[in-house]
């Protein structure tokens, strides 16, 4: 039973990761990629995603509960799995790594990006281009925000193969490496867009 219900959430974990949390992640970074059109253009993308109907119905159990799950059981995961780098340099093992390591910053980083955001909002501050542009003139929040972007679309990206893997998308050893080139063409479109919506903010 155990074994069932770790399979289980593992798979759980895997999906939610993917759908609806990485879905959300690459809508966030296109609405954010609107401020290289402008401040107006930013601002009118931003208002959109604040007036959608049942939003906060939308928020909490499309994105808030599946990202709380996904991240306490990734916690779980990455402080629970045996690490063998050190004994085997080989790619994959490299990427397991990487991907609880990147996982923790990425925690870090979501849990504060949604209390300078999203909390805020809820006290009454708006969310437009001047408050991100605010966040991002502090030198090492620009840092922190580059770093979080990278770590949360790297965790995504490598993450999206370990999805393609454990629901059989990809199980001939062929397809695992086309998922692997796949996965790090998505991972470096992602971060020219994160990195030149913040840049945009500067």
């Known amino acids: 039973m155990a074994g ?13 990761g993917v759908i609806p949390v990485g879905l959300f992640l690459i809508q966030h970074l296109v ?12 601002n ?31 916690l779980y995961i990455a402080f629970t799995a045996k690490n063998n780098v050190s004994r085997f340099g ?5 990427m397991f790594m990487l991907q609880r390591f990147t996982g923790v910053i990425t925690l870090i980083f979501v849990s504060w990006h949604v209390w300078q955001t999203r ?37 995504f990206s490598n993450g999206l193969w370990s999805f393609c893997v454990s629901w059989g998308i990809t199980l001939s050893p062929r397809s695992q490496v086309i998922s692997t080139y796949v996965t790090i063409v998505i991972f470096i479109a992602l971060s020219i867009v994160g990195i030149r919506a913040i840049t945009a903010f500067i």
């Open 44 to 74: 009118k993308a931003a208002g959109f995603m604040e007036n959608l109907p049942f939003r906060i119905f939308l928020e909490t159990f499309i994105i808030f509960l599946p990202l709380l799950f996904h991240a306490i059981y990734g």
């Open 119 to 155: 909390i805020q909002a809820a006290l009454g501050q708006e969310v437009n281009f001047d408050m991100m542009a605010s966040i991002l003139s502090n030198p090492f929040m620009l840092w922190f925000y580059i770093i979080g972007v990278i770590s949360t679309i790297f965790h």
């Open 4 to 16: 069932n219900r770790e399979f289980f959430n593992r798979r759980l974990h895997s999906l939610l």
């Open 31 to 42: 609405i954010n990629h609107f401020a290289t059109r402008g401040e107006e253009s930013f």
């Open 90 to 94: 080989f790619f994959r093992n490299w």
